[in-house]
């Protein structure tokens, strides 16, 4: 049962796709993204934003931020100025503890396995590398990618044309209410880490087997 009380639902198929959200279930990546944020505000004589707004806006997508952080500033520009810090600031980039096991544990399974994120795709390359995490990824799908990023559906279906798979066939590992609705929109098994999902996980340890993954 999920927290709700409602059953969780299984997949349309065989699940044959695990997709990840990278920044709080792969990466944590909170206080990069404060220096990065802070260091594009002050260019342009804006105040810090301070660690609760960050948290308000956090994984909002490329295109939200120029709409609510830094008004008539264009979303090419801004991902670039984006990239530059985040590779300057990486360093500061940490693994979320199960992470790297649930990956592995995925691909030993045979399924696919993918990263959907709302940053643009420099950010997420950096990050992966970062971490050692690329070669386990087989798919990326990345903000920079789509008009819309989530709560919009159109970045699930570029990673799940991507991995080969049918939106049914596929689940999503998100941590905030804007991944939980972009799996649904798109048809897509959401499973909550630590917020509520079609299933929901604490651990990432504890993921293969809420998925029913073969050991």
């Not at 295109?63 to 008004?71: I, K, S, V």
């Not at 030993?108 to 940053?119: F, L, Y």
């Not at 990023?149 to 699930?156: E, Q």
């Amino acid at each position: 049962m999920t927290r709700s009380g409602v059953p969780p639902r299984r997949p349309a198929g065989p699940l044959r796709a695990v997709l990840f959200d990278l920044d709080g279930v792969l990466a944590d990546t909170f206080d990069v993204w404060c220096a990065v944020l802070d260091r594009c505000r002050r260019r342009r004589g804006l105040p810090p934003l301070g660690p609760d707004r960050v948290r308000e806006v956090w994984g909002q997508g490329l295109r939200a931020d120029c709409e609510t952080l830094f008004p008539g500033e264009s979303p090419a520009r801004l991902a670039r100025e984006y990239e530059e810090a985040f590779v300057e600031e990486a360093g500061r980039v940490r693994p979320v503890p199960g992470a790297e096991a649930a990956l592995l544990a995925c691909r030993k399974a045979g399924r696919v396995t993918g990263v959907v994120t709302n940053s643009p795709a420099g950010m997420a390359e950096a990050v992966l590398r970062e971490l050692r995490f690329r070669p386990m990824v087989d798919v990326l799908a990345t903000g920079d990618e789509v008009l819309r990023g989530k709560p919009d559906p159109a970045l699930l279906f570029v990673a799940v044309a991507r991995a080969g798979v049918n939106p049914g066939e596929a689940a999503l590992v998100g941590d905030t209410p804007l991944d939980i609705a972009a799996a649904r929109a798109a048809g897509v098994l959401a499973v909550g880490y630590r917020v509520p999902g079609d299933i929901t996980v604490d651990e990432l340890a504890r993921l293969p087997d809420r998925l029913g993954l073969p050991r």
